[in-house]
């Protein structure tokens, strides 16, 4: 099924969570993840189904001082 992420077109599997697609894309789960602009907890990174169509948003966090 396809999906957006930061205005990308992917192909995932069906029933993906956002930590399948984290691993896909080789992201840590340390990421800010919004779905259809609602961000989400980590804890639901895990439980999220994904539906054809969803438009994810990721950021990394930057390290700094």
């Known amino acids: 099924m396809e999906i957006d992420i930061n205005n990308k077109k ?7 969570t956002i930590e399948d ?8 789960l ?3 993840v ?3 602009g609602r961000k ?3 804890q639901e990174y ?8 969803d438009q994810l948003k990721i950021i990394k966090p ?4």
């Not at 697609?21 to 840590?28: A, D, Q, T, W």
């Open 62 to 65: 930057l390290a700094g001082g």
């Open 21 to 28: 697609v984290l691993r896909e894309i080789k992201l840590p």
């Open 46 to 53: 895990l439980t999220y189904r994904l539906q054809p169509g």
């Open 10 to 16: 992917y192909t995932v599997a069906p029933n993906s």
């Open 40 to 42: 989400l907890l980590q």
């Open 34 to 36: 919004w779905v259809n």
């Open 30 to 32: 340390q990421v800010a």
